[in-house]
């Protein structure tokens, strides 16, 4: 998946996503591992392991705050910013700038959080 179809799905996202948030990992470099098991029932086990730290869990990104300021902080590790929101008749939207960046919307801090972040991700990988 492109990297501007991902920003674009979180933007349009109303809620957060567990499957949203495979999709960044395997962007910024988790790996995910399946390991199956045949016996009396047949099991399945999924694992992400964090490039940096070897970590074994999938961060919940696109439901929490400091797990979106962690991928944040892969892009951008000395940065300022902030987050406000407005809620009107059209629902909720939640606004996020980076550094002198540009401004970033979607539904949830988190959500708008990630799209600064897959933007800043993008602007990395075209720079080489």
Not at 3 to 26: F, M, N
């Amino acid at each position: 998946m492109a990297v501007s179809d991902l920003i674009h799905e979180l933007e349009s996202a109303s809620e957060p996503s567990r499957e949203t948030d495979a999709k960044i990992a395997l962007l910024f470099g988790w790996q995910r591992r399946v390991e199956t098991s045949e016996g009396a029932t047949k099991s399945r086990r999924v694992s992400w392991i964090n490039p940096a730290s070897g970590e074994n869990r999938l961060p919940a990104f696109t439901f929490s705050v400091d797990a979106a300021l962690e991928l944040l902080e892969l892009v951008a590790k000395t940065s300022h910013g902030g987050v406000s929101w407005i809620v009107n008749e059209a629902g909720v939207t939640c606004t996020v700038k980076v550094d002198e960046g540009p401004y970033y919307h979607a539904a949830t801090p988190a959500l708008a959080i990630c799209v600064a972040a897959l933007d800043l991700k993008a602007a990395e990988l075209s720079d080489f």
